[in-house]
C-alpha cells in the first residue's frame, strides 16, 4: 500500500513538473539515507544527472510562468511529464525510504507495469495541469500564470516530499488537485456560457 502511494505521488509530483521529483530523489539518495534506490534505477542520483535535472528545472520554471509560453511548454511537456512520472515509479516500486524498509516484491515479476503505471498517472495530471492553466489564462489574461505555476511547483515539491516521508499524504493530495480542477473548470464553463449569452443579448 505505502509503495504504492510512494509511486502514485512521485509520478503525480511529475505530471506538475517533470524535474523536480527526479531532482529530490536524486539528491536525497545520493547525500542522505532517507532513500535508497535499486541498483537499476542509480543512475538518477549521477552527478551529472542531478546537473542535468537542475539546468532543465531551471528552463521549466521560467517557461512555465509566461503567458502563452507556458501553453508551449505544456505541448512540449505531454511527453516529458509521462516519461519522468514513468521512472519514479518505476525507481520507487523496489526503493527503501525512511518509510518504507522492507519493499515487497511489489510488481516484481513484470518490472514495465510500475512504469506504464507511472506514465498513466503523470499524463492524467499533466492533463489536468494544463487544462487548468488554460481556465486560469483565460479567467485572468494571461495574469494568473506565474502565481499559478508557483503554486503548482509548491504542490509538486510537497507531493514528492509526502511521497518519500509520508505517503498517506499523498491521498489528500491528490484530492485538492482533483477539486481545484473540477473548480476551474465549472468556473471556465459558466464564463464561456455568461459570454455567449451576452453575445446573443439575453
Known amino acids: 500500500m505505502l509503495e504504492a502511494l510512494m509511486g502514485t505521488g512521485l509520478a503525480a509530483s511529475a505530471g506538475l513538473n517533470a524535474y523536480i521529483p527526479l531532482l ?7 547525500f542522505t539515507d532517507v ?22 528545472l531551471t528552463i521549466e520554471f521560467f517557461a512555465d510562468k509566461i503567458p502563452v509560453v507556458d501553453h508551449v511548454n505544456d505541448f512540449v511537456q505531454t511527453v516529458v511529464r509521462p ?22 516484491n511489489y510488481f516484481e515479476s513484470k518490472q514495465w507495469v510500475p512504469v506504464v503505471v507511472g506514465i498513466a498517472i503523470s499524463l492524467c495530471v499533466h492533463l ?9 489564462n483565460s479567467l485572468t489574461l494571461g495574469f494568473g500564470a506565474p502565481v499559478v505555476s508557483v ?20 491521498i ?5 488537485l482533483i477539486l481545484v480542477f473540477w473548480w476551474a473548470m465549472r468556473r471556465r464553463k459558466r464564463r464561456k456560457a455568461a459570454k455567449l449569452a451576452a453575445a446573443r443579448g439575453y
Do not use: H, Y
Open 24 to 30: 529530490l530523489v536524486g539528491v536525497l539518495a545520493r
Open 35 to 56: 532513500i535508497t534506490l535499486p541498483e537499476s534505477w542509480q543512475w538518477i542520483e549521477n552527478p551529472w544527472m542531478l546537473g542535468i535535472f537542475g539546468v532543465l
Open 83 to 104: 516519461t519522468s512520472g514513468g521512472i519514479m515509479f518505476g525507481a520507487s516500486s523496489g526503493s527503501q525510504t525512511a518509510v518504507i524498509t522492507d519493499p515487497a
Open 128 to 136: 489536468m495541469k494544463a487544462g487548468f492553466r488554460a481556465a486560469v
Open 151 to 170: 503554486a503548482e511547483d509548491t504542490v509538486s515539491i510537497g507531493m514528492a516530499l509526502s511521497a518519500i516521508l509520508a505517503p498517506l499524504l499523498v
Open 172 to 176: 489528500l493530495f491528490l484530492i485538492v
